[in-house]
């Protein structure tokens, strides 16, 4: 199964990705598979190189009947705001992102949203006003890269590094291990940071990338499920995407 038949939500979907390890190959992965049209954007940032996943990139400055018409002629759309200086591109304004949520719901499209950054490591610690993941969110996917397995724990391998020693335990240089990747995921102040309430909760072990390694996650999956979270998806994004694997309450 792919990640939209494995997540299975409720249509049309209103969902938030955060965390580290594949937020973008997870977000630009399941606007392809949802059906209809599906509108892509971020709370936080985007690599100038990722523009070229979506069919077709708006810079929005205002959510008028012209531009939503623009926005409906391909499978997928990408809507943020203006490009930095350093080759990244922000996401829409706070209020134009909420009207983009309104023009979503009126015509009934699904709209998903990257709601945290890593800075590419695989692990990500939530900072003090992070994740930026909007009410509306019906099911927040926290993503967790397994790659970090094994790895010291460094600037390389964790993004947010002093509450993740906070939450974890670990100190700079010790071994990241399956236990402390699982206290992440399940800390309040963690994976289920700023989570709305009553929304569905999907941690999403990916770079499971040997069968190994997949069964070690799929062993871990009660522990999650158990710890806050409704479903975990075990995948291998990049090298298997429609190889996952869901574990469900």
């Not at 971020?42 to 070229?52: E, F, I, N, S, V």
């Not at 391998?157 to 010790?174: A, C, D, K, N, Y």
Request: hydrophobic share 40%; with cysteine.
């Amino acid at each position: 199964m792919n990640l939209a038949e494995a997540i299975h939500p409720q249509l049309p979907a209103r969902i938030a990705i955060v965390g580290g390890g594949g937020k973008t190959s997870a977000l630009f992965q399941l606007v392809r598979q949802l059906p209809g049209p599906v509108w892509a954007t971020t709370t936080t940032h985007l690599g100038t190189d990722q523009l070229d996943f979506s069919d077709q990139h708006f810079i929005v400055r205002q959510v008028e009947e012209d531009e939503i018409k623009q926005w409906l002629k391909q499978k997928v759309t990408l809507l943020t705001g203006e490009f930095t200086p350093d080759d990244r591109i922000r996401g829409p304004e706070v209020k134009v992102l909420e009207k983009i949520h309104q023009a979503a719901v009126i015509r009934a499209v699904s709209l998903v949203v990257e709601a945290d950054g890593s800075r590419s490591r695989p692990l990500k610690t939530p900072g003090a006003n992070e994740p930026a993941t909007p009410d509306w969110a019906e099911m927040v996917i926290t993503v967790a890269g397994l790659s970090a397995l094994g790895q010291p724990f460094s600037e390389v391998t964790v993004h947010r590094m002093e509450p993740f020693s906070q939450i974890t335990g670990l100190q700079v240089g010790q071994t990241i291990t399956f236990e402390s990747i699982i206290q992440l995921l399940a800390d309040p102040q963690g994976g289920l940071k700023n989570c709305p309430k009553g929304a569905t909760r999907v941690a999403l072990l990916n770079q499971a990338d040997t069968p190994v390694l997949s069964e070690q996650a799929a062993a871990k999956a009660p522990e999650l499920l158990a710890g806050g979270y409704d479903q975990v998806v075990i995948s291998s994004l990049k090298f298997a995407p429609d190889e996952l694997r869901c574990f469900s309450k």
